[in-house]
T-cell receptor
Framework: KAGVTQTPRYLIKTRGQQVTLSCSPI?????VSWYQQTPGQGLQFLFE???????NKGNFPGRFSGRQFSNSRSEMNVSTLELGDSALYLC???????????FGPGTRLTVT | EDKVVQSPLSLVVHEGDTVTLNCSYE??????LLWYKQEKKAPTFLFML????IEKKSGRLSSILDKKELFSILNITATQTGDSAVYLC?????????????FGQGTILTVHP
């Protein structure tokens, strides 16, 4: 079974721009969670989608948004990029509530 | 606010040593505790524990959960250089925390030959 895939793997953007990251979950998994990982804050939860609905959201500004499609693929968008948004963005998929999450390789975003 | 604390933050050992990594947590509810291994890439799932006192084992790695004392340990016996990584502990707080894992800061394990 193929694992979680994320595209692109690396991205360099300028302050003020916006970016869209993509995540394809493991086949059959309907829940997709997104995390931001930085050296200072560690892994922090952004949001979770299940069956195209956002069920949970972390403490991030409204510039961070996401969506999920009917095939469970998910995208996250960051608008008006700031230098502090530079991070590794990880998505994880799971079967449903209470199941372990499996992570993708991440997208390394650098904002200059 | 849910909180997960890992100790030690870093550990340096030699091949063949046995290590014990600690994870304590404070959460409003509790569904499960998970351990991940992260090298220079995505975290790799190791164990999920939901019940107290039941050891999960995979090769040289094992883990156990104490729900009364709110902690878990991850043991690695006969360490190898390939065990060098960051080990992350995470808690699923249950309730309406859909899809949210709260992570500790991680333990950096370095195994020297």
């Amino acid at each position: 079974k193929a694992g979680v895939t994320q595209t692109p793997r690396y991205l360099i953007k300028t302050r003020g721009q916006q970016v869209t990251l993509s995540c394809s979950p493991i086949s059959g998994h309907r829940s997709v969670s997104w995390y931001q990982q930085t050296p200072g804050q560690g892994l922090q939860f952004l949001f979770e989608y299940f069956s195209e609905t956002q069920r949970n959201k972390g403490n991030f500004p409204g510039r961070f948004s996401g969506r999920q499609f009917s095939n469970s693929r998910s995208e996250m968008n960051v608008s008006t990029l700031e230098l502090g948004d530079s991070a590794l963005y990880l998505c994880a998929s799971s079967n449903n509530i209470g199941s372990e999450q499996y992570f993708g390789p991440g997208t390394r975003l650098t904002v200059t | 606010e849910d909180k997960v604390v890992q100790s030690p933050l870093s550990l340096v050992v030699h091949e063949g040593d046995t290590v014990t990594l600690n994870c304590s947590y404070e959460v409003t509810n509790f569904r499960s505790l998970l351990w991940y291994k992260q090298e220079k890439k995505a975290p790799t799932f190791l164990f999920m524990l939901t019940s107290s006192g039941i050891e999960k084992k995979s090769g040289r790695l094992s883990s156990i959960l104490d729900k009364k004392e709110l902690f878990s340990i991850l043991n690695i016996t006969a360490t190898q250089t390939g065990d060098s990584a960051v080990y992350l502990c995470a808690v699923d707080a249950g309730g309406t925390s859909y899809g949210k894992l709260t992570f500790g800061q991680g333990t950096i394990l370095t195994v020297h030959p």
